[in-house]
C-alpha cells in the first residue's frame, strides 16, 4: 500500500477480541498459561506486549525491514545496537551527532574497550580514511543534530560493508516520511520516537528497525535480556501519532522552508543551516536521497548575549530541549542538548555559542514569522 495507508493500517488491524478499532494499551505484566510450556505466545511482558508489537510491525512496514524492537528512549536504542560491537573493535561516527550518542560513545562504550573515530560524514573521503579492517559499525546521522550536515547514505554504506562493518543511520530528523535508509543500503535504522513520530511532545521512546532476521532476532534478545522496553501507553502513543505523520511531515515541511527562507534573507544572521536552501552544501543530495527537507532549521546569531537576548524574547515558539512535536520549540544547542561535548570541540564542529535550533511546528506560519521578527526586533 501506500506510505499514508501503511502509516494508518501497517500492523494496526482491529483487535480481534472486540473489534476496537484503536489497538488497546494492554497494561499487564503478564499472561495466564494454560499449562505447563503451554501460552497463546505470549509469557511475560517484558519479553513481548501485544500494543508494543503492533507498532513494532507498524514501523517495520514504513522502515521497509525484517522487523523492529521498541525500546524505551532513543538512547535505550542507541545502547541496544551498540552491542553488536565488541571489545577490540572500532566504529565510525559522525563528529556532529545527537550530544547523548556522543556521551554514550565517549563516557561509556569506550570503556569496554571499543574505539571510537568522529568523522565528518559528509565527506565521504574521510570516512573512507577512517575505515578500517576491524571497523564493526559506521553510525550515521543525516541530517546531523544541530547542523543540519548529510551523509551519503548510499555511498557510505558501500565503503562500510567492504570490510563488514553494519551502518547505522539514525533518521530521528528526517522520519521514515522523508527518508529511508535501509532501501539506500543501511543496515539499521532508528528513531528516538519522541520526535516527529510521536509527534505530539507527550512519549519518550526509541526504535531500532533492521534489514535481516538475524539482526532483528539479536535486537530483541538484547531488548528481552537488558530489559529497556517501550512501555504499553508510550507504544499506543507513537502508533497513534504515526497515523497522522504524512500530514504532520507535509504542514512541517511547508513551514520549514517558509521559515527557513525568511531567515535565510534576515539582516541578524550570520548563517542558516538547511538542507532546502540552495547554499546548503549537500543541497543537490538532499534532492536525491530525501522526499523533502523536513523542520529542522539552525542559525547563528554571532553570540551568546544575541542569542540568549533572541531567545528570552520568543513568545509562541517555546524555549525547550527535543524536536519534532506539533508545537514549535527552539532550543541552544551549546548549552542545551550538546551540553556533553567539549566547548573547544563544539565550537570546531560549528556548535557555536551563538547557534540557535528551531523545529519548525504545523501551526500557522504567519504566526511563527511574526514571533521569530518580533523577537529579532
Ligand atoms: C537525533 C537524535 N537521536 C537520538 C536522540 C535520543 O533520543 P531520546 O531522547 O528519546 O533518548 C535524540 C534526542 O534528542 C536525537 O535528537
Known amino acids: 500500500m501506500g506510505f499514508s495507508t501503511d502509516c494508518i493500517h501497517a500492523g494496526n488491524e482491529p483487535e480481534p477480541a ?49 522487523g523492529a524492537k521498541a525500546f524505551a528512549s532513543g538512547m535505550a536504542a542507541i545502547t541496544a545496537i551498540s552491542t ?21 560513545y565517549t563516557k561509556i562504550l569506550a570503556r569496554y574497550g571499543v574505539t571510537f573515530d568522529f568523522v565528518d560524514t559528509s565527506d565521504p573521503a574521510a570516512v573512507e580514511r577512517a575505515i578500517r579492517p576491524e571497523t564493526r559499525m559506521l553510525h550515521l546521522e543525516s541530517p546531523t543534530n544541530p547542523t543540519m550536515r548529510l551523509a551519503d547514505i548510499a555511498r557510505l554504506s558501500e565503503l562500510a560493508h567492504r570490510v563488514g562493518a553494519i551502518v547505522v543511520v539514525d533518521n530521528t530528523f528526517a522520519s521514515p516520511y522523508l527518508q529511508q535508509p535501509l532501501s539506500l543500503g543501511a543496515d539499521i535504522v532508528m528513531h528516538s520516537t519522541t520526535k516527529f513520530l510521536g509527534g505530539h511532545s507527550d512519549t519518550v521512546g526509541g526504535v531500532a528497525i533492521a534489514k535481516t532476521k538475524e539482526h532483528v532476532e539479536w535486537l530483541g534478545f538484547v531488548q528481552n ?56 552544501p549537500e543541497h543537490a543530495l538532499a534532492k536525491k536521497q530525501m522526499r523533502g527537507f523536513g523542520a ?5 546569531l554571532g553570540s551568546l548575549e544575541a542569542a540568549g537576548a533572541f531567545l528570552a524574547k520568543v513568545r509562541l515558539c517555546s524555549l525547550g530541549e527535543s524536536l519534532g512535536g506539533v508545537e514549535t520549540l527552539i532550543s541552544h544547542p551549546a548549552s542545551m542538548t550538546h551540553g556533553s561535548i567539549p566547548e573547544e570541540e563544539r565550537n570546531r564542529l560549528g556548535v557555536t555559542p551563538g547557534l540557535v535550533r528551531i523545529s519548525v511546528g504545523i501551526e500557522d506560519a504567519a504566526d511563527i514569522l511574526a514571533d521569530l521578527d518580533q523577537a529579532f526586533a
Open 225 to 280: 535480556s537488558s530489559g529497556a522496553i517501550l512501555s504499553p501507553m508510550d507504544s499506543f502513543l507513537v502508533l497513534r501519532g504515526i497515523k497522522t505523520l504524512v500530514v504532520r511531515m507535509e504542514r512541517h515541511e511547508e513551514n520549514g522552508r517558509k521559515v527557513a527562507e525568511h531567515l535565510a534573507k534576515h539582516p541578524k544572521i550570520k548563517q542558516v543551516h538547511y538542507p532546502g536552501l540552495p547554499s546548503h
Open 84 to 104: 553488536f560491537v565488541k571489545q577490540g573493535e572500532h566504529v565510525v561516527c559522525s563528529n556532529m551527532t545527537y550530544g547523548g550518542t556522543y556521551r554514550y
Open 18 to 66: 472486540t473489534g476496537s478499532v484503536s489497538f488497546p494499551i494492554y497494561q499487564t505484566s503478564t499472561y495466564v498459561q494454560e499449562g505447563l510450556g503451554q501460552n497463546r505466545g505470549f509469557d511475560y511482558a517484558r519479553t513481548v506486549n501485544p500494543t508494543r508489537s503492533r507498532l513494532e510491525e507498524n514501523l517495520t512496514v514504513l522502515e521497509g525491514g525484517a
Open 296 to 300: 529542522m532549521i539552525s542559525f547563528d
